[in-house]
């Protein structure tokens, strides 16, 4: 099982439409496949340019580590220096805050990974959660 | 003027449909806005997963010289070191070939760049020529 | 489908044993799985230090670009400088000589890569391509 | 004395079976040479991909370093910005927890070093030791 690009764009489409009807700041969303290697993403009017590089650096993070970024967070207070050798070790490309959280499959498997970034880490995280759940998958924050 | 997600959706919309139509190999498109930003991107089922960076390395050299594809590419056949060096300056993510398209809005100026990879350069620059106009606005392969 | 560990070092093993029967130079063998990422790899006794970089290169380009190393190695013959700028994009990371191989699957799905070193690069792709045609997949060198 | 790929298998093969008679996660397994360069490497199914990246950057400091993973946490959790300098120094490498241990020859030697990730930081260590001591060498986690 894999991520198809319907699918992306579904969770893409709840992702943003979460923070709209909550009237969070735009929420920008990148979806990854399982390799994390980019699928669909999209950057709304009055978000500042870096959104892209920060969306995927979060659900990259994700995909490589197999948790997602509230974990990977958790993980970097405890132990700064195994996050920033971490980081050193993907190319600087793994942003550990929630926001990137993992998309599962029916039988649990990691097939990809979603990047929101915007609004609070937090409000990031709960919009990429909505957009995984209503194209039927298992979000893992 | 600026380019809107809206518009940038409708250019990648059009742009996979031509190749479609035209039974081409699945077409991956990336829109960005005039500083070399991403806006948006689709890579279609079946695509192989590196498109992303080959779709944005034609856009991005676009805009950062101010110069479609084809005339990047008529430059590095004439003057190949120039164009070796001028990806040193760009940090190696400018792609020099057909498919790299630049946006100009009515005014003439230009507002974004449009990359497209999947089937031969020129069937990629002229899908990306067909969702630009579709969008409204004037192509510069 | 993808790939699993077993049938990456059915893969390994047969390709190291092709060299060894033929009496070429000892060969280093890396399997990817189709987001380019190491699976398995082996560099046998004598084999110079490197081994590992160029194995992977040969794959990874495979696989982010979708062809084998032959077919690359036509391109950058015909192109050298659009070799050079993919090379640039994907951090200088693609190695475009015979060697580098597809697997595909049953359905023709590219399920990753394999990426031989140590003799010339024409025996290194059939040790690859050998390797793989024991493990059940179809080679695209 | 130098380690032979057949000695690098037997380590991995202990390494991977400790973990699994354990009930631990799947453990990712690296070998490097006394030069720091990877002599082989398995990641079982069900890991996530970015285990190479992780289980050599344990393995490569140990090697650099002279000084097995647990000893490099000590340091960091002493010295935050000295682990962060030399990490700096090796352009990123090194991952300064326990599951990089070094391997040491009959003479006492330092002939390559083993990295392990999956399980916790310390069982990805005993595995390693495991796997060293019955391929005949000492293990300095």
């Known amino acids: 099982m894999s991520l198809t690009l319907t699918a992306a764009r579904r969770i893409i489409e709840v992702a943003m439409q979460t ?6 700041k735009p929420l920008s969303v990148v979806v990854l496949d399982a390799g994390g290697h980019v699928l669909s993403f999209d950057r709304p009017d009055g978000a500042s340019p870096g959104r892209f590089e ?3 650096a979060k659900a990259y993070g994700a995909v490589m580590l197999g948790m997602g970024g509230s974990a990977q967070m958790a993980r970097a207070e405890a132990q700064a220096y195994f996050m920033a050798a971490v980081n050193g070790v993907f190319g600087g490309q793994v942003l550990p805050v929630p926001g990137g959280v993992l998309v ?3 039988e649990g498997t990691v097939i990809g990974a979603v990047g929101v970034t ?5 409000n990031d995280a709960a919009a990429a959660s909505a957009g995984i ?4 998958f298992v979000a893992e924050a």
């Open 104 to 106: 599962r499959g029916a």
């Open 118 to 122: 915007g609004d609070t880490s937090d």
């Open 19 to 24: 923070g709209r009807q909550a009237g969070w």
């Open 133 to 136: 759940r209503a194209a039927g």
């Open 54 to 56: 920060i969306a995927r």
